[in-house]
């Protein structure tokens, strides 16, 4: 199972930032930048900086920015740049994703939560045609419809799209990056309800106070004061079908684990973890994470099952017997599966022989683990019982 922090992006950021750092001695100041992809980090203005370009101008819009030439026809911009190396940046400026706009409760006590978490100010940056530059809050590209009034956002939320199960950014797959319409694909949104449905939509683009299309545009993304703690927080806890638990890259002990809530708690105080589980895992290893998490102050969770990775075999004599059932059925008729049955019966025996050699080492570690206790028994009993030849 791939791991929390978009491990490559980050990677390549910290690598970056480390070469910035070795500036040798007498070199004059300059303003450091840390490169990620084709987005530039400014560690000390606290800044992320990528370059875009103009592709609408006019019309409903659901996005300020998306990939390059993916939904040019509802963002007022594209961009070449990854979403996963935004994230990366945001990131190395101390910042952690926070919550996307969700539902609570259920039924008529469901309630709308709005995006919340690390606030941004974004500005957009370009010269015209006649090499004059400009500098603009990027709301205000944004305008309602025949004249309505509108709420310009001025403050955005780096929402962080999300890690999906297997190691893609959501964000890349759809290519939806800054969004004024509470997608949680998205890496950034704005902090309130904005709908995407049709008849609700209400940001269309400000025609006037946009550059012509095709005009390139920094996008400039400053992390505001305090962003890095957060009230609200959103954090990654994984668990194998081996009952592991995995927090930042780490395997937690549920001491570790306690810990690691309490330090994640004192900083974002309404921090929630998104608990993802192997199709595997037993509930018990869930509801063990859950509880080492809340007694480390952790108090919103979503929870999500992963499916596990093929067919689920059979663990009954009733579900053994039917299957091969099945199997005689789709041999009969290979024609009329999209997928010839030999490669997936072929895979469906793969996985009998892996599951079947894990059996093994686990009863393995179970005789052991048996053997140890039971010696450990015995020399407890053995401390307990009195002296020999004491009186009765």
Request: aromatic share 6%; net charge positive.
């Amino acid at each position: 199972m791939k791991r929390q922090r978009i491990a490559s992006c980050v990677g390549l950021a910290l690598t970056a930032a480390c070469a910035a750092a070795a500036t040798p001695a007498g070199t004059p100041p300059a303003r450091k930048v840390v490169p990620v992809g084709d987005v530039r980090v400014y560690p000390v203005d606290r800044q992320v900086v990528l370059d875009a370009e103009v592709c609408l101008r006019e019309g409903v819009l659901e996005f300020l920015m998306v990939a390059w030439q993916s939904k040019t026809h509802e963002s007022v911009l594209h961009t070449k740049a990854k979403a996963s190396h935004l994230h990366a940046g945001l990131l190395l400026l101390g910042l952690t994703p926070g919550k996307p706009a969700r539902w609570s409760g259920e039924d008529e006590h469901a309630r709308f939560l709005p995006p919340a978490g690390a606030g941004l100010k974004m500005e957009a940056a370009w010269k015209d045609k006649a090499g004059k530059d400009h500098r603009v809050d990027i709301g205000q590209w944004l305008k309602g419809s025949d004249g309505k009034q509108i709420v310009r956002p001025k403050e955005w939320i780096f929402v962080g799209s999300e890690v999906l199960p297997g190691g893609k950014y959501w964000a890349e797959l759809d290519g939806e990056i800054i969004s004024v319409t509470n997608f949680a694909s998205a890496v950034i949104d704005v902090p309130f309800r904005s709908s995407n449905a049709n008849e609700q939509r209400e940001y269309y683009a400000g025609t006037a106070d946009i550059p012509p299309v095709g005009t390139k545009v920094e996008v400039i993304v400053t992390a505001l004061p305090g962003a890095e703690k957060a009230l609200d927080a959103r954090k990654l806890v994984e668990i194998d079908r081996f009952g592991r638990v995995f927090a930042d890259g780490e395997v937690m002990t549920p001491e570790k684990l306690q810990d690691w809530a309490t330090k994640y708690i004192d900083r974002h105080e309404r921090g929630m973890v998104v608990l993802r589980a192997d199709g595997l895992a037993l509930v018990a290893d869930i509801s063990a994470a859950r509880l080492n998490l809340r007694l480390g102050g952790v108090r919103e969770f979503d929870v999500q099952r992963v499916p596990p990775a093929g067919p689920v075999l059979p663990r009954t004599r009733d579900q053994f017997k039917w299957d091969l059932k099945e199997w005689d059925e789709k041999f009969a008729n290979p024609r009329e599966f999209i997928e010839e049955p030999g490669g997936q019966a072929r895979r469906a025996v793969d996985l009998i022989r892996l599951r079947m050699a894990e059996l093994e080492a686990r009863k393995a570690l179970l005789k052991e683990y048996a053997d140890q206790l039971e010696r450990s028994l015995h020399r407890y009993k053995a401390s307990t019982q009195p002296a020999g030849g004491a009186a009765q």
